[in-house]
């Protein structure tokens, strides 16, 4: 079981980039979804999360340019990001909920580099 994450890249400052998780096959029950980043020598941060396909919640610092959203059908979850700046550069992980007790599984990551 494991999830697998892309969109990542180079944009300027301004841009969008769209990122994608999607959790392999053998996960069921997902109870939450949600993106996380981290830059060097700071804690990993929530950026946004998403519960019962619907129920979401942002950072402060996002609200307003990025969009999360789910595809309960292919077990995904994905990251709209609009109004890129460069505070925003970082690698941003996917994080998975599932399971009863829960179970908690993490992506391995990808850059996010916004150029001013």
């Known amino acids: 079981v494991q999830l697998e994450e892309s969109g990542g890249g180079l944009v300027q400052s301004g841009g969008s980039l769209r990122l994608s998780c999607t959790a392999s096959?053998?996960?069921?029950?997902?109870?939450?979804m949600a993106w996380y980043r981290q830059t060097p020598g700071k804690q990993r941060e929530l950026v946004a999360a998403i519960a019962g396909g619907h129920s979401t919640n942002y950072a402060d610092s996002v609200k307003g340019r990025f969009t999360i959203s789910a595809d309960g059908a292919e077990n995904s979850v994905y990251l709209q990001m609009n109004s890129l700046e460069p505070e925003d550069t970082a690698v941003y992980y996917c994080?998975?909920?599932?399971?009863?007790?829960?179970?908690?599984?993490w992506g391995q990551g990808t850059q996010v580099t916004v150029s001013s």
């Open positions: 096959s053998g996960i069921s029950t997902i109870t939450s």
């Open positions: 994080k998975v909920i599932y399971g009863v007790p829960s179970i908690i599984l």
